[in-house]
């Protein structure tokens, strides 16, 4: 009958986790897996928006030049508009004429006289639409044709 109740003894003392134990640690297991979860889709999602944006603002310097130039090419009219695509961005493009006037007299040094120059400047409102995808982006600068 002793060693009946030694082996009694021993089964109590080597009994597993109880139901209790198992659920507490699955539902921390699940909390450490959404942390990481959410932490892991934030990063994703910052890295989608830099590279977004990176590729906006890789493309926004070409882009304004061909702007630039078609400004200068149909500088007769008060307001101009076009649109393209440039690698996987299309843009559209707007441009107002806000002043326009004479250059400023100039100091002949040779003479030491003021001469009057028969350029005419204009100042250009310009905005351009950027999209890539789902994503746009506005741009906005002034620029002068003479």
Known sequence: MNQRINTHLQYKSAKGFTLIEVLLASFILFLVIAAITMVYRGALLSS???????????LI???SEQVRAQIQLGSKESELQGQGEMGQITYSW???????????????????????????????????????????RQYYFNEVTW
């Open 48 to 58: 989608y928006k830099a590279e977004r944006v990176l590729t906006f603002s890789a």
């Open 94 to 136: 707007t441009a107002t004429q806000i002043q326009s006037g004479k250059a400023p007299e100039r100091l002949d040094v040779l003479t030491g006289t003021l001469k009057t120059s028969i350029t005419t400047f204009k100042l250009w409102d310009v905005s351009i639409d950027l999209q890539l995808k789902t994503a746009k």
């Open 61 to 63: 310097g070409p882009v």
